[in-house]
């Protein structure tokens, strides 16, 4: 049985290709996910995306010598909300932080082979990864799972050794995109770009970049049904990381 | 369809499952019991299809026991969801299980806790959670009336109120349920609540 699955191939110039494709009778059967769901009963020439099964929107600024990474908080199963308090931004080190949003079980999966990446590399290398490396090693790990891919979008966000701030985000199979203001990714995806877009100036210090993400992330998920329940938000600098939790419209 | 549901209280923690098996329009049996007693301080209830149901959870609670009798000492609650999620991940990509589950345990340590894992191994632990067309209305009564540190006479009357929802509102709703608790003196079973009883065969 074929399932058709809609890939997002990471924007140039902030234009973006949809490419439809047809997977391989290996790929896991989640045509019982179709069938059950009810935009597919009520419209079935427009098939759900796995990627919008469970609902995320993660989103990762950059600031003056510190980062903002924030994510919404929702984890639900199609229309339904199962929980209002789920992890979607995990930190590999102390100045290295991932969030991914897409399908959970991959969050999961994928969250658990990469700390164990990472502790292997700091026990070989006896010191932290830096976060370019980290995210090739991200990029490689999606990539070898090219035609049966973890159905997340990662985004990566650290301070290097000069405590620049880096950020990068890429799309399920591990195509990199590195930017120099903002990063976003998730069901969520196209309000935050115009969010952050609006919002963001370059050189904020932490408290700024805490009020500019915080702003654009719940403008953003108030638009989109999927995310939202309060949202996450991390700011690193080189001294400290501080994590809030924002209250927004529960709904 | 089938109607999975449970809670955490003040110590304890209470699912509920329908005990219909049903195969296509016919009713095989009403009295199925769908709560399976992972060990002493674990109850495992899973929904969705028979047969991978019954195999999968049997599967875990063998598991369970082998580290019990391997390393001396049992699994606590969150190792063994972990442990479930894992091995229904790996089977993801292969050949899935369609099994839903809600683990409730009990630990020294950390008290009650309630782990919801979906059939695509989305693990999440929660106060409250509910799988199949009854949690359409169990989680808003839950939603509406659950409060932390419930004693067990208020969470049995909250499970009962979904039970009364999802029997009034939901269309091919199962007659009977089952009702078991896990707290510091292990998992047993609490009640069933049945409102068809099986026809014994006569005797030839």
Known sequence: EKEEVRLDFPPSHRRRLYLVLSLPSTFPDFSSVRKSSKLYSENPKFPMSIFEYNGSAVVAMVGKNCFAIASDRRLGVQLQTIATDFQRISKIHDRVFIGLSGLATDVQTLYQRLVFRHKLYQLREERDMKPETFASLVSAILYEKRFGPYLCQPVIAGLGDDNKPFICTMDSIGAKELAKDFVVSGTASESLYGACEAMYKPDMEAEELFETISQALLSSVDRDCLSGWGGHVYIVTPTEIKERILKGRMD | ?204
């Open chain 2, 1 to 204: 369809m089938e109607c999975v549901f449970g809670l955490v209280g003040n110590g304890f923690a209470i699912v509920a499952a329908d005990t219909s098996a049903v195969h296509s329009i016919l009713l095989h049996k009403n009295n199925e019991d769908k709560i399976m007693v992972l060990d002493s301080h674990k109850l495992v209830a899973a929904s969705g299809e028979p047969g991978d149901r019954v195999q999968f959870t049997e599967y875990v609670q063998k598991n369970v026991s082998l580290y019990k009798f391997r390393n001396g000492i049992p699994l606590t609650t969150a190792a063994a969801a972990n442990f479930t999620r894992g091995e229904l991940a790996t089977a993801l990509r292969k050949n899935p299980y369609s099994v839903n589950i809600l683990m409730a345990g009990y630990d020294n340590e950390s008290g009650a806790s309630l782990y919801y894992i979906d059939y695509i191994a989305t693990l999440h632990k929660v106060d409250k959670g509910a799988f199949g067309y009854g949690s359409y209305f169990s989680l808003s009564t839950m939603d509406r009336h659950y409060r932390s540190d419930m004693s067990v006479e208020e969470a049995i009357e909250l499970v009962d109120k979904c039970i009364l929802e999802i029997r009034s509102r939901l269309v091919i709703a199962p007659p009977n349920f089952v009702i078991k608790i896990v707290d510091k003196d292990g998992a047993r079973d609490y009640a069933w609540r049945q409102s068809v009883k099986d026809v014994t065969t006569a005797v030839v």
